[in-house]
């Protein structure tokens, strides 16, 4: 029904910088809400960043100020640009994307393969 394909992750020095981003495609009507998730290894994943329809962003307080969402809508696809990067952001990052199918309406949640990011030194 909906794929998502993410891309962007890797390794890469404290302080520096990855941009991810991740293309949904399949029976799409409209796509409603995009986001960003982590999970590192013994941890729960975790809500990264957020964007609604219409813009509206909301971030997790540890990458406040250093991570950024955005969206093309005619691309159905988000991206999130990682500054400032710590040994603490490292973890596999999950995008996640509310879909309003084709020729059912319904809304289901899709979630991306994961990509990892490691930050080391």
């Known amino acids: 029904q909906v794929q998502l394909v993410e891309s962007g992750g890797g390794l890469v020095q404290p302080g520096g910088s990855l941009r991810l981003s991740c293309a949904a495609s399949?029976?799409?009507?409209?796509?409603?809400?995009m986001g960003w998730y982590r999970q590192a290894p013994g941890n729960q994943r975790e809500l990264v960043a957020r964007?609604?329809?219409?813009?509206?962003?909301n971030y997790a307080d540890s990458v406040k100020g250093r991570f950024t969402i955005s969206r093309d809508n005619g691309k159905n696809t988000v991206y999130l640009q990682m500054n400032s990067l710590k040994p603490e952001d490292t973890a596999v990052y999950y995008c996640?994307?509310?879909?309003?199918?084709?020729?059912?309406?319904?809304?289901?949640?899709?979630w991306g393969q994961g990509s990892q990011v490691t930050v080391t030194s």
């Open positions: 964007i609604s329809l219409d813009g509206r962003t």
């Open positions: 399949g029976s799409i009507a409209m796509i409603n809400a």
């Open positions: 996640n994307v509310d879909v309003i199918l084709l020729f059912t309406a319904t809304q289901n949640t899709y």
